[in-house]
Protein backbone atom coordinates (compact mmCIF):
# COMPACT_ATOMS: atom_id res chain seq x y z
CA UNK A 1 0.00 0.00 0.00
CA UNK A 2 1.00 3.37 -0.81
CA UNK A 3 0.51 4.75 2.55
CA UNK A 4 2.69 4.20 5.67
CA UNK A 5 2.29 3.49 9.11
CA UNK A 6 3.06 6.99 9.56
CA UNK A 7 -0.42 8.38 8.49
CA UNK A 8 -2.31 6.03 11.00
CA UNK A 9 -0.23 7.28 13.99
CA UNK A 10 -1.13 10.55 13.01
CA UNK A 11 -4.06 9.60 12.63
CA UNK A 12 -4.38 8.24 16.26
CA UNK A 13 -2.82 10.67 17.88
CA UNK A 14 -5.54 13.05 16.44
CA UNK A 15 -7.99 11.08 18.32
CA UNK A 16 -6.36 11.25 20.74
CA UNK A 17 -5.62 14.24 21.33
CA UNK A 18 -9.67 15.10 20.89
CA UNK A 19 -10.31 12.93 24.20
CA UNK A 20 -12.87 14.61 26.71
CA UNK A 21 -12.67 13.84 30.53
CA UNK A 22 -15.18 13.90 32.14
CA UNK A 23 -15.33 13.35 36.59
CA UNK A 24 -11.89 11.56 35.61
CA UNK A 25 -12.91 9.19 32.75
CA UNK A 26 -12.55 9.55 28.88
CA UNK A 27 -16.13 9.93 27.80
CA UNK A 28 -15.86 11.21 24.02
CA UNK A 29 -14.04 13.00 21.26
CA UNK A 30 -14.45 16.27 20.33
CA UNK A 31 -15.79 17.05 16.54
CA UNK A 32 -12.59 19.14 15.37
CA UNK A 33 -9.52 20.27 16.69
CA UNK A 34 -8.57 23.02 14.66
CA UNK A 35 -11.42 25.40 15.38
CA UNK A 36 -9.90 28.30 14.52
CA UNK A 37 -11.73 31.29 16.10
CA UNK A 38 -15.39 30.21 14.94
CA UNK A 39 -15.69 27.25 17.16
CA UNK A 40 -19.59 26.86 17.02
CA UNK A 41 -20.23 23.42 18.14
CA UNK A 42 -17.19 21.54 16.46
CA UNK A 43 -15.60 21.59 20.34
CA UNK A 44 -18.53 19.00 20.86
CA UNK A 45 -18.58 15.86 21.67
CA UNK A 46 -21.27 14.77 18.81
CA UNK A 47 -22.90 11.47 18.70
CA UNK A 48 -22.91 10.35 15.07
CA UNK A 49 -19.44 11.72 14.72
CA UNK A 50 -18.60 9.50 18.15
CA UNK A 51 -19.72 6.60 16.59
CA UNK A 52 -16.79 6.24 13.90
CA UNK A 53 -14.25 7.14 16.95
CA UNK A 54 -15.97 4.47 18.88
CA UNK A 55 -15.65 1.93 15.91
CA UNK A 56 -12.08 2.93 15.68
CA UNK A 57 -11.33 2.38 19.39
CA UNK A 58 -13.43 -1.18 19.66
CA UNK A 59 -11.24 -2.02 16.85
CA UNK A 60 -8.01 -1.59 18.76
CA UNK A 61 -9.33 -3.02 21.53
CA UNK A 62 -10.03 0.39 23.89
CA UNK A 63 -13.82 -0.69 25.23
CA UNK A 64 -13.32 1.90 28.14
CA UNK A 65 -14.11 5.01 26.38
CA UNK A 66 -16.58 3.65 24.91
CA UNK A 67 -18.38 1.88 27.50
CA UNK A 68 -18.06 5.30 29.12
CA UNK A 69 -19.98 7.37 26.19
CA UNK A 70 -22.61 4.96 26.04
CA UNK A 71 -23.42 5.40 29.65
CA UNK A 72 -22.94 9.38 29.37
CA UNK A 73 -24.77 9.53 26.83
CA UNK A 74 -27.75 7.34 28.59
CA UNK A 75 -27.70 9.59 31.40
CA UNK A 76 -28.84 12.86 29.04
CA UNK A 77 -31.14 11.00 27.35
CA UNK A 78 -34.56 12.54 27.92
CA UNK A 79 -35.90 10.13 30.37
CA UNK A 80 -39.84 12.47 30.68
CA UNK A 81 -42.44 13.29 28.27
CA UNK A 82 -41.42 16.57 27.48
CA UNK A 83 -42.99 19.54 29.50
CA UNK A 84 -43.58 21.71 26.28
CA UNK A 85 -43.15 21.65 22.05
CA UNK A 86 -39.39 22.96 22.79
CA UNK A 87 -38.20 20.05 24.35
CA UNK A 88 -36.98 16.78 22.44
CA UNK A 89 -39.28 13.95 23.53
CA UNK A 90 -38.50 11.28 25.77
CA UNK A 91 -36.17 9.27 23.96
CA UNK A 92 -34.52 11.38 22.08
CA UNK A 93 -30.31 10.86 23.06
CA UNK A 94 -28.68 13.99 22.06
CA UNK A 95 -27.19 15.88 19.05
CA UNK A 96 -23.94 16.52 21.02
CA UNK A 97 -23.02 17.43 24.82
CA UNK A 98 -19.86 19.22 26.14
CA UNK A 99 -18.38 18.93 29.67
CA UNK A 100 -18.60 22.48 31.16
CA UNK A 101 -16.50 23.21 34.32
CA UNK A 102 -17.37 25.95 36.61
CA UNK A 103 -15.83 26.22 40.83
CA UNK A 104 -14.01 22.46 39.80
CA UNK A 105 -17.08 20.89 39.34
CA UNK A 106 -17.50 19.72 35.95
CA UNK A 107 -21.31 19.29 34.38
CA UNK A 108 -22.32 18.17 30.99
CA UNK A 109 -24.69 20.35 29.01
CA UNK A 110 -26.33 18.81 25.90
CA UNK A 111 -27.81 20.11 22.63
CA UNK A 112 -30.69 17.85 21.21
CA UNK A 113 -31.21 20.78 18.50
CA UNK A 114 -32.57 23.98 20.47
CA UNK A 115 -29.04 25.60 19.99
CA UNK A 116 -27.69 24.23 16.72
CA UNK A 117 -27.48 26.23 13.76
CA UNK A 118 -31.14 25.90 11.92
CA UNK A 119 -32.68 24.13 14.86
CA UNK A 120 -32.36 20.51 13.77
CA UNK A 121 -33.46 17.70 15.38
CA UNK A 122 -30.92 14.36 15.36
CA UNK A 123 -33.34 11.59 14.47
CA UNK A 124 -30.16 9.63 13.95
CA UNK A 125 -28.31 10.19 17.45
CA UNK A 126 -30.50 7.55 19.12
CA UNK A 127 -29.83 4.93 16.23
CA UNK A 128 -26.30 5.20 15.80
CA UNK A 129 -26.20 4.46 20.06
CA UNK A 130 -28.01 1.58 19.05
CA UNK A 131 -25.58 0.28 16.75
CA UNK A 132 -22.60 0.89 18.80
CA UNK A 133 -24.07 -0.44 22.06
CA UNK A 134 -24.24 -3.49 19.83
CA UNK A 135 -21.27 -3.46 18.47
CA UNK A 136 -19.37 -2.44 22.23
CA UNK A 137 -20.50 -5.72 23.05
CA UNK A 138 -19.99 -7.63 20.41
CA UNK A 139 -16.60 -6.49 20.70
CA UNK A 140 -15.87 -6.30 24.35
CA UNK A 141 -18.06 -9.56 25.06
CA UNK A 142 -19.81 -7.37 28.16
CA UNK A 143 -23.01 -8.91 28.00
CA UNK A 144 -23.80 -7.62 31.63
CA UNK A 145 -24.28 -4.66 30.12
CA UNK A 146 -26.98 -5.70 28.47
CA UNK A 147 -28.67 -6.73 31.66
CA UNK A 148 -28.05 -3.64 33.26
CA UNK A 149 -31.16 -1.32 33.95
CA UNK A 150 -29.89 2.03 32.32
CA UNK A 151 -29.18 0.20 28.81
CA UNK A 152 -32.32 -1.89 29.14
CA UNK A 153 -34.80 1.29 29.75
CA UNK A 154 -32.54 2.99 27.39
CA UNK A 155 -33.48 0.88 25.15
CA UNK A 156 -37.04 0.83 25.67
CA UNK A 157 -37.05 5.11 25.84
CA UNK A 158 -35.87 4.95 22.35
CA UNK A 159 -38.75 1.93 21.36
CA UNK A 160 -40.99 3.65 22.74
CA UNK A 161 -40.88 6.90 21.33
CA UNK A 162 -39.41 5.52 17.49
CA UNK A 163 -41.77 2.60 17.23
CA UNK A 164 -45.36 4.81 17.62
CA UNK A 165 -48.13 5.62 15.40
CA UNK A 166 -47.93 8.61 13.13
CA UNK A 167 -50.09 10.05 10.47
CA UNK A 168 -48.89 7.51 7.94
CA UNK A 169 -49.86 4.09 6.65
CA UNK A 170 -46.13 3.00 5.63
CA UNK A 171 -43.07 1.08 8.22
CA UNK A 172 -40.63 4.19 7.60
CA UNK A 173 -40.06 6.98 9.83
CA UNK A 174 -41.35 10.68 9.18
CA UNK A 175 -38.30 12.50 9.31
CA UNK A 176 -37.98 16.48 9.21
CA UNK A 177 -35.21 18.07 7.11
CA UNK A 178 -31.78 18.32 8.64
CA UNK A 179 -32.19 15.18 10.85
CA UNK A 180 -29.02 13.68 10.05
CA UNK A 181 -25.35 14.09 9.10
CA UNK A 182 -26.97 16.37 6.40
CA UNK A 183 -28.28 18.53 9.54
CA UNK A 184 -29.06 21.31 7.01
CA UNK A 185 -32.06 21.77 4.40
CA UNK A 186 -31.13 19.97 1.78
CA UNK A 187 -35.07 18.47 0.85
CA UNK A 188 -34.38 15.38 2.79
CA UNK A 189 -37.84 15.64 4.58
CA UNK A 190 -40.06 12.61 4.16
CA UNK A 191 -38.71 9.33 4.28
CA UNK A 192 -35.02 9.63 3.70
CA UNK A 193 -32.79 6.71 2.70
CA UNK A 194 -29.67 7.25 5.56
CA UNK A 195 -32.31 7.15 8.63
CA UNK A 196 -34.66 4.47 7.64
CA UNK A 197 -31.76 1.97 6.59
CA UNK A 198 -30.45 3.14 10.27
CA UNK A 199 -33.81 2.72 11.70
CA UNK A 200 -33.66 -1.17 10.32
CA UNK A 201 -30.03 -1.35 11.83
CA UNK A 202 -31.02 -0.25 14.97
CA UNK A 203 -34.04 -2.09 15.37
CA UNK A 204 -32.13 -5.32 14.62
CA UNK A 205 -29.54 -4.41 17.35
CA UNK A 206 -32.05 -3.17 19.89
CA UNK A 207 -33.53 -7.11 19.12
CA UNK A 208 -29.98 -8.54 19.51
CA UNK A 209 -29.20 -6.46 22.71
CA UNK A 210 -32.62 -7.81 24.43
CA UNK A 211 -32.73 -11.16 23.48
CA UNK A 212 -29.62 -11.53 25.74
CA UNK A 213 -31.21 -13.38 28.60
CA UNK A 214 -34.38 -12.06 27.92
CA UNK A 215 -36.99 -10.87 30.23
CA UNK A 216 -40.72 -10.98 30.22
CA UNK A 217 -41.03 -7.30 29.74
CA UNK A 218 -37.92 -7.30 27.31
CA UNK A 219 -39.98 -10.19 25.10
CA UNK A 220 -42.87 -7.91 24.79
CA UNK A 221 -40.49 -5.45 22.80
CA UNK A 222 -38.98 -7.88 21.28
CA UNK A 223 -42.14 -8.68 19.63
CA UNK A 224 -43.30 -5.26 18.44
CA UNK A 225 -39.69 -4.57 16.64
CA UNK A 226 -40.22 -8.30 15.00
CA UNK A 227 -44.05 -6.67 13.98
CA UNK A 228 -42.23 -3.71 12.43
CA UNK A 229 -38.69 -5.13 11.04
CA UNK A 230 -40.51 -7.73 8.09
CA UNK A 231 -42.44 -4.40 6.82
CA UNK A 232 -39.61 -2.23 7.02
CA UNK A 233 -37.35 -4.12 5.47
CA UNK A 234 -39.81 -5.36 2.68
CA UNK A 235 -40.79 -1.74 1.86
CA UNK A 236 -37.23 -0.42 1.52
CA UNK A 237 -35.81 -3.23 -0.78
CA UNK A 238 -38.64 -3.21 -2.69
CA UNK A 239 -40.06 0.29 -3.44
CA UNK A 240 -36.70 2.14 -2.61
CA UNK A 241 -35.11 -0.25 -5.05
CA UNK A 242 -34.27 1.05 -8.61
CA UNK A 243 -31.94 -1.02 -11.22
CA UNK A 244 -32.54 -0.77 -15.22
CA UNK A 245 -35.83 -3.41 -15.01
CA UNK A 246 -37.46 -1.39 -12.21
CA UNK A 247 -36.82 2.08 -13.81
CA UNK A 248 -38.09 0.99 -17.10
CA UNK A 249 -41.59 -0.03 -15.28
CA UNK A 250 -41.79 3.04 -13.87
CA UNK A 251 -40.62 4.78 -17.21
CA UNK A 252 -43.98 2.94 -18.03
CA UNK A 253 -46.22 3.64 -15.03
CA UNK A 254 -50.07 4.58 -15.56
CA UNK A 255 -51.34 7.52 -13.06
CA UNK A 256 -53.86 8.05 -11.15
CA UNK A 257 -54.96 4.87 -10.00
CA UNK A 258 -56.75 3.97 -7.25
CA UNK A 259 -56.59 0.54 -4.89
CA UNK A 260 -54.66 -1.62 -3.44
CA UNK A 261 -52.87 -3.52 -6.05
CA UNK A 262 -51.89 -0.86 -8.80
CA UNK A 263 -47.93 -0.83 -9.96
CA UNK A 264 -47.88 3.23 -9.04
CA UNK A 265 -48.61 3.70 -5.63
CA UNK A 266 -46.75 6.96 -4.98
CA UNK A 267 -48.62 8.46 -8.38
CA UNK A 268 -45.26 9.36 -10.06
CA UNK A 269 -45.38 10.95 -13.05
CA UNK A 270 -42.96 10.18 -15.48
CA UNK A 271 -41.71 13.53 -16.44
CA UNK A 272 -40.35 13.69 -12.36
CA UNK A 273 -37.66 11.47 -13.66
CA UNK A 274 -34.51 13.57 -13.77
CA UNK A 275 -32.99 12.60 -16.97
CA UNK A 276 -29.62 11.90 -15.74
CA UNK A 277 -30.74 9.16 -14.03
CA UNK A 278 -31.05 6.99 -17.35
CA UNK A 279 -27.11 6.86 -17.94
CA UNK A 280 -26.72 6.17 -14.20
CA UNK A 281 -28.29 2.65 -13.91
CA UNK A 282 -26.54 0.52 -16.20
CA UNK A 283 -26.67 -3.10 -16.77
CA UNK A 284 -26.29 -5.47 -13.65
CA UNK A 285 -26.33 -2.45 -11.23
CA UNK A 286 -28.62 -0.68 -9.20
CA UNK A 287 -29.04 1.44 -6.09
CA UNK A 288 -31.89 2.35 -3.07
CA UNK A 289 -33.63 6.02 -4.38
CA UNK A 290 -33.44 9.00 -1.46
CA UNK A 291 -36.63 9.28 -0.69
CA UNK A 292 -39.92 8.91 -1.35
CA UNK A 293 -43.63 10.10 -0.75
CA UNK A 294 -46.78 10.72 -2.58
CA UNK A 295 -45.92 12.41 -5.77
CA UNK A 296 -42.01 11.93 -5.33
CA UNK A 297 -39.39 9.74 -6.20
CA UNK A 298 -36.05 11.49 -5.07
CA UNK A 299 -32.95 9.84 -7.54
CA UNK A 300 -30.49 11.56 -5.66
CA UNK A 301 -28.04 8.81 -4.46
CA UNK A 302 -27.53 9.10 -0.66
CA UNK A 303 -24.01 7.07 0.36
CA UNK A 304 -24.66 6.01 4.11
CA UNK A 305 -27.93 4.42 3.44
CA UNK A 306 -26.71 2.73 0.17
CA UNK A 307 -23.70 1.48 1.69
CA UNK A 308 -25.14 0.85 5.27
CA UNK A 309 -27.55 -1.53 3.65
CA UNK A 310 -24.68 -3.51 1.55
CA UNK A 311 -23.11 -3.71 5.01
CA UNK A 312 -26.27 -5.01 7.75
CA UNK A 313 -27.90 -6.86 4.25
CA UNK A 314 -30.87 -4.94 4.72
CA UNK A 315 -30.07 -5.42 1.12
CA UNK A 316 -30.83 -8.62 -0.84
CA UNK A 317 -27.59 -10.38 -1.88
CA UNK A 318 -27.86 -9.32 -5.42
CA UNK A 319 -28.86 -5.92 -4.34
CA UNK A 320 -25.52 -5.73 -2.29
CA UNK A 321 -24.04 -6.72 -5.82
CA UNK A 322 -25.46 -4.14 -8.06
CA UNK A 323 -24.79 -1.26 -4.99
CA UNK A 324 -20.90 -2.11 -5.56
CA UNK A 325 -21.07 -2.54 -9.36
CA UNK A 326 -22.86 0.84 -9.73
CA UNK A 327 -19.92 2.30 -7.33
CA UNK A 328 -17.38 1.04 -10.11
CA UNK A 329 -18.89 2.05 -12.86
CA UNK A 330 -19.62 5.41 -11.52
CA UNK A 331 -16.15 5.71 -9.42
CA UNK A 332 -15.15 8.99 -11.13
CA UNK A 333 -18.18 11.03 -9.72
CA UNK A 334 -18.54 9.12 -7.04
CA UNK A 335 -14.99 9.08 -5.64
CA UNK A 336 -12.28 10.78 -7.87
CA UNK A 337 -10.05 12.75 -5.48
CA UNK A 338 -11.37 11.48 -2.10
CA UNK A 339 -13.81 9.11 -0.51
CA UNK A 340 -16.77 9.73 -1.08
CA UNK A 341 -19.75 11.88 -1.88
CA UNK A 342 -22.46 12.19 0.63
CA UNK A 343 -25.23 12.84 -2.12
CA UNK A 344 -24.83 12.38 -5.77
CA UNK A 345 -25.61 14.94 -7.61
CA UNK A 346 -25.60 18.23 -6.37
CA UNK A 347 -28.54 20.50 -6.45
CA UNK A 348 -28.09 23.44 -8.59
CA UNK A 349 -29.89 26.31 -9.87
CA UNK A 350 -33.74 26.88 -8.79
CA UNK A 351 -33.89 23.21 -7.52
CA UNK A 352 -31.04 24.57 -5.01
CA UNK A 353 -32.45 28.54 -4.68
CA UNK A 354 -35.65 26.33 -3.30
CA UNK A 355 -34.75 23.32 -1.55
CA UNK A 356 -31.57 24.56 0.41
CA UNK A 357 -33.13 27.86 1.07
CA UNK A 358 -30.16 28.95 -1.26
CA UNK A 359 -27.64 27.60 1.55
CA UNK A 360 -24.12 29.61 1.03
CA UNK A 361 -22.55 26.63 2.56
CA UNK A 362 -24.47 23.89 0.63
CA UNK A 363 -23.43 25.30 -2.90
CA UNK A 364 -23.34 22.90 -5.99
CA UNK A 365 -20.87 20.11 -5.13
CA UNK A 366 -20.06 21.64 -2.01
CA UNK A 367 -20.06 20.75 2.01
CA UNK A 368 -23.59 18.28 1.75
CA UNK A 369 -24.68 19.22 -1.63
CA UNK A 370 -21.94 16.77 -3.40
CA UNK A 371 -18.94 17.43 -1.59
CA UNK A 372 -16.70 14.11 -0.54
CA UNK A 373 -16.30 13.32 3.07
CA UNK A 374 -13.34 11.48 3.96
CA UNK A 375 -15.06 10.04 6.83
CA UNK A 376 -17.12 7.86 4.91
CA UNK A 377 -14.49 5.64 4.06
CA UNK A 378 -14.76 3.33 6.70
CA UNK A 379 -18.38 2.73 5.08
CA UNK A 380 -17.01 2.51 1.72
CA UNK A 381 -14.19 -0.04 2.61
CA UNK A 382 -15.99 -2.03 5.19
CA UNK A 383 -18.65 -2.68 2.13
CA UNK A 384 -16.51 -3.23 -0.34
CA UNK A 385 -14.49 -5.87 2.02
CA UNK A 386 -17.85 -7.67 3.13
CA UNK A 387 -18.42 -7.73 -0.42
CA UNK A 388 -15.07 -9.41 -0.76
CA UNK A 389 -13.96 -6.71 -3.16
CA UNK A 390 -10.47 -6.05 -1.62
CA UNK A 391 -9.11 -4.06 -4.95
CA UNK A 392 -11.80 -1.89 -4.36
CA UNK A 393 -11.47 -1.15 -0.73
CA UNK A 394 -7.47 -0.59 -1.54
CA UNK A 395 -7.61 1.90 -4.43
CA UNK A 396 -10.34 3.69 -1.96
CA UNK A 397 -7.42 4.24 0.96
CA UNK A 398 -5.04 4.46 -1.26
CA UNK A 399 -6.66 7.54 -3.33
CA UNK A 400 -7.57 8.99 0.66
CA UNK A 401 -4.16 8.72 1.64
CA UNK A 402 -2.43 10.79 -1.11
CA UNK A 403 -4.22 14.05 0.66
CA UNK A 404 -5.75 13.51 4.20
CA UNK A 405 -2.78 13.89 6.18
CA UNK A 406 -0.93 16.26 3.54
CA UNK A 407 -4.27 17.95 4.09
CA UNK A 408 -4.00 18.20 7.77
CA UNK A 409 -7.54 15.79 8.33
CA UNK A 410 -10.21 18.36 6.19
CA UNK A 411 -13.70 17.63 7.07
CA UNK A 412 -15.10 17.73 3.59
CA UNK A 413 -13.38 17.96 -0.23
CA UNK A 414 -15.04 19.76 -3.32
CA UNK A 415 -16.16 20.11 -6.51
CA UNK A 416 -17.49 17.26 -9.22
CA UNK A 417 -14.59 15.16 -8.28
CA UNK A 418 -13.49 16.19 -5.11
CA UNK A 419 -10.25 17.07 -6.09
CA UNK A 420 -10.21 20.40 -3.65
CA UNK A 421 -10.61 21.03 -0.22
CA UNK A 422 -14.37 21.76 1.19
CA UNK A 423 -14.55 25.94 0.87
CA UNK A 424 -15.28 25.98 4.85
CA UNK A 425 -13.94 22.34 5.68
CA UNK A 426 -12.65 22.47 9.46
CA UNK A 427 -8.91 20.72 9.91
CA UNK A 428 -7.90 18.10 11.60
CA UNK A 429 -11.24 17.14 12.22
CA UNK A 430 -12.01 13.94 14.47
CA UNK A 431 -14.01 11.84 12.18
CA UNK A 432 -11.94 11.68 9.16
CA UNK A 433 -8.90 10.67 11.11
CA UNK A 434 -11.16 7.95 12.99
CA UNK A 435 -12.45 6.72 9.47
CA UNK A 436 -9.11 6.78 8.14
CA UNK A 437 -8.09 4.43 11.41
CA UNK A 438 -11.36 2.10 11.15
CA UNK A 439 -10.26 1.86 7.05
CA UNK A 440 -7.17 1.16 7.95
CA UNK A 441 -7.59 -1.85 10.69
CA UNK A 442 -10.31 -3.66 8.68
CA UNK A 443 -8.23 -4.11 5.63
CA UNK A 444 -5.29 -5.11 7.71
CA UNK A 445 -8.04 -7.88 9.91
CA UNK A 446 -10.84 -8.45 7.78
CA UNK A 447 -12.18 -10.83 9.92
CA UNK A 448 -12.89 -7.81 11.84
CA UNK A 449 -15.63 -7.02 9.61
CA UNK A 450 -17.89 -9.20 11.74
CA UNK A 451 -18.27 -6.58 14.49
CA UNK A 452 -20.51 -4.04 11.69
CA UNK A 453 -22.41 -6.95 9.70
CA UNK A 454 -25.53 -8.47 10.38
CA UNK A 455 -26.69 -11.91 8.93
CA UNK A 456 -28.21 -12.25 5.97
C1 LIG B 1 -21.57 19.29 10.62
C2 LIG B 1 -22.05 18.04 9.90
C3 LIG B 1 -22.59 17.02 10.89
C4 LIG B 1 -21.51 16.71 11.93
C5 LIG B 1 -21.01 17.98 12.59
C6 LIG B 1 -19.83 17.75 13.49
O1 LIG B 1 -22.64 19.93 11.24
O2 LIG B 1 -23.03 18.37 8.97
O3 LIG B 1 -22.99 15.87 10.21
O4 LIG B 1 -22.01 15.83 12.87
O5 LIG B 1 -20.61 18.92 11.60
O6 LIG B 1 -18.74 17.21 12.79
Excluded at 15 to 21: F, G, M, Y
Excluded at 43 to 54: A, L
Excluded at 120 to 125: G, H, I
Excluded at 185 to 202: C, N, Q, S, T
Aim: hydrophobic residues 40%; glycine residues 6%; aromatic residues 10%.
Amino acid sequence: MVYDTKTVAQAWSLLDEATVRYQGANVGTIAALATGTDAANYDQIFTRDFFVSGLAFLLAGKYEIVKNFLRVTSDLQQTENSKNCFQAPRGVMPASFKVIKKNNKESLVADFGEKAIGRVTPVDSSLWWLLLMRMYIKASGDKAIAAEDKTCSSIKRILDHYLIGHFELIPTLLVPDGAFMIDRRMGMYGHPLDIEVLFDAALRSSREILGIDASEDDKKYIERIDDRIGHLTDHIRADYWIDPIRLNSIYRYETEQFGDKIANKYNIYVSSIPSWVYQWVPENSGYFLGNIGPGRMDFRFLTVGNLLAVLTSLAEKSQQEKILRLLEVNWEVLVGSMPIKLCYPALEGKAWHLLTGADGKNTSWSYHNGGNWPTLLWLLIAAAMKMNNKAMAIKAIETAAKRLSADDWPEYYDGQFGNLIGKEARKKQVWTAAGFIVAHSILKNPDKIKLLTFDD
